[in-house]
Every structure is written in C-alpha cells, then in structure tokens.
C-alpha cells in the first residue's frame, strides 16, 4: 500500500497502482465517509502536482463539503455553479485546463489554476463529486478523466453511499 512514495511511471500505470491500492483500502469497509476519507488521501499522496482532493455529497438540493485533503475548502455548492456545480448537474465530468478562463469559477484556493471534477452517479442519480485542484496549468488530460472516473466507481461499488 502507498506509504509516502508516489506511484510512478505513465499517467495510465499510476491510477492502474492507485486502484490496486483503492481495492485494498476499501477491502471489507463499506462506510462511504471512511472510504471517501482514504480515498482522498490515496489520490492526494499519489499524484503529482495536485493541490486539493475531495469530496463534496448532494444534500438538501446543494452540495455539502465532505473528507478531503488540502487547504480549508467551500463548504456549500449550489449545483450549476462552479465546476463542482457544473459536474454535477451536467453528470459528466469537467476538465478545466485553466480556471481563469471557466465561467463561474468559484475560487476556494488561490494557488489553484485547474481542476477536474467527477461527479458520483449511483443508479443514475447524482450523489456528490470528486474534486481535484492543481497549482499547474493544464495539469489534466484525459488519463486524468479515465483514471479518477475509475477511482469514483470504485468509490461507489465499495461503499454504502446513503450513509453519505
């Protein structure tokens, strides 16, 4: 299991080790909150050049800050705002190269100049999102989106995500 040292190799070989290693931490745990909680740590150590990893979870209509790894963070998202907003309410994921140039942005890091956003899909209904923050331009591609779109479904397989 990951213990301080970055998986490393290409973008493709890093999420295949990460979700090796989800596999292993989500093993036998089927909370939604403690899985979210190694989930993020996991990402956070795992990647380079990253500066946020979290989650956010539907409630009540918005979403709700939930376990993740970084600087204090937005607590509240009305969906369509934002990225995380925007992820969640198109049900796709939104890779944003720089996030000057996204409408709306809303900025909880000042350090953060792009992100990726997966939103949670359980039985096609919106659960929440996975939010990842770089300080570096154009940090993410679409190894980025295939690799953390199969972190999030794994997320979701292993956890009881009503307890979310």
């Known amino acids: ?21 989800a596999r292993g931490l989500f093993e036998g ?3 939604a909150i403690a899985n979210a909680a190694n989930l993020s740590a996991l990402i956070y150590g795992g990647l380079e050049e990253i500066n ?5 979870f539907l409630k009540g209509g918005q979403l709700v800050l939930g376990p993740f790894q970084g600087s204090p963070a937005c607590v509240r998202i009305a969906l369509g705002k934002g990225v995380c907003g925007t992820a969640a309410q198109r049900r796709e994921t939104v890779v ?5 140039k996204f409408p709306g942005h809303i900025s909880c890091d000042s350090a953060s100049r792009s ?10 209904k919106v659960i929440g999102a ?3 923050d ?7 591609n679409e190894d980025d ?9 794994l997320w979701i397989e292993a956890s009881d995500v009503n307890q979310a």
């Open 134 to 140: 770089s300080p570096k331009l154009n940090r993410f």
């Open 1 to 21: 299991m990951f213990r301080g040292e970055r998986p490393t190799g290409t973008k493709q070989g890093i999420y295949h080790e990460l979700c090796l290693q």
């Open 130 to 132: 996975l939010d990842i």
């Open 52 to 56: 946020w990893v979290g989650f956010y």
């Open 29 to 31: 745990e089927r909370d």
């Open 145 to 153: 989106r295939a690799g953390l779109e199969t972190l999030a479904a």
């Open 96 to 100: 944003v190269s720089n996030v000057d």
């Open 115 to 124: 992100e990726i956003v997966v939103p949670l899909l359980k039985t096609g």
